[in-house]
């Protein structure tokens, strides 16, 4: 019935702060567009952003900055992953470790964002 996931949303305090760091960090798109909340892309998603003071019906009950934990995949080498975040003033949480992901045996880093949201960047492994 389901077969993915086309987007999420993240409330935030800073909408500039949080779009710059996704852009900076992991190469996400910025896209605006009038009477919508601010998105970035990445693959086939996107995440929406919701800043505190200007939120877009409907939402969560009680959104929150920094109540976010979620994992993203890439192809690219964890290695590379972890240097682009180091090169960015990024500190490593954890990792990488080994995770069961939704397709099976992955490795994970982990890291936050301004708000101090968990963001999992993981590689599946062969």
Do not use: W
């Not at 990445?42 to 900055?65: C, D, L, M």
């Not at 975040?85 to 470790?97: C, K, T, W």
């Amino acid at each position: 019935m389901i077969v993915g996931i086309d987007h999420f949303v993240l409330t935030v305090a800073s909408l500039e702060a949080t779009c710059a760091f996704y852009q900076r960090v992991l190469g996400f798109e910025r896209i605006d567009t009038p009477g919508r909340p601010t998105a970035l892309a990445f693959g086939g998603q996107k995440i929406n952003v919701h800043e505190i003071s200007r939120t877009f019906e409907p939402k969560a009950k009680a959104p929150t900055p920094g109540s976010g934990d979620f994992c993203l995949i890439t192809e690219r080498p964890l290695d590379e992953i972890r240097a682009r975040l180091e090169a960015n003033g990024v500190v490593l949480e954890l990792g990488p470790v080994e995770r069961i992901g939704a397709r099976g045996p992955m490795m994970s880093v982990y890291f936050r964002d301004p708000d101090g949201n968990l963001v999992e960047v993981s590689q599946y492994l062969r």
